[in-house]
Nanobody, 136 residues
Framework: QGQLVESGGGLAQPGGSLRLSCVVS??????????IGWFRQAPGKEREGISC??????????WYEDSVKGRFTISRDNAKNTVYLQMNSLKPEDAAVYYC?????????????????????????WGQGTQVTVSS
């Protein structure tokens, strides 16, 4: 059974940076065949999608939620089966448990007729989460 394992979380000061990694293993297909997404859940709040990227084989686009646009960057290294989230200019409101997830190609990260890009219910495979704390 495949798994996703996040790392890189921790404590950062406001204005600081963290880089989250998500290593994918145990899947028959390479990472390039999957859409990837990063989600986060703060205490008392619902899990929200903050960034996604369509599969490499479909030349899928990248999307960011407004609150992280210009500060966070999603990327992947298909050869290493690893997904990244570079987080810069961190704010206290970025504190949450961060999850990476994968969806089949063509799902998960696309613009719907309602204008929505990230589709959480499409993501079948999830990591266990990594805690990010932003505090001085």
């Amino acid at each position: 059974q495949g798994q996703l394992v996040e790392s890189g979380g921790g404590l950062a000061q406001p204005g600081g940076s963290l880089r989250l990694s998500c290593v994918v293993s145990g899947f028959t297909l390479n990472l390039r065949y999957y859409a990837i997404g990063w989600f986060r859940q703060a205490p008392g709040k619902e899990r929200e999608g903050i960034s996604c990227e369509g599969s490499t084989v479909s030349a899928g686009r990248t999307w960011y939620e407004d609150s992280v646009k210009g500060r966070f960057t999603i990327s992947r290294d298909n050869a290493k089966n690893t997904v990244y989230l570079q987080m810069n200019s961190l704010k206290p409101e970025d504190a949450a448990v961060y999850y990476c997830a994968m969806a089949d190609s063509g799902y998960g990260c696309y613009q719907s007729s309602q204008g929505r890009f990230i589709h959480q219910s499409d993501y079948e495979f999830w990591g266990q989460g990594t805690q990010v704390t932003v505090s001085s």
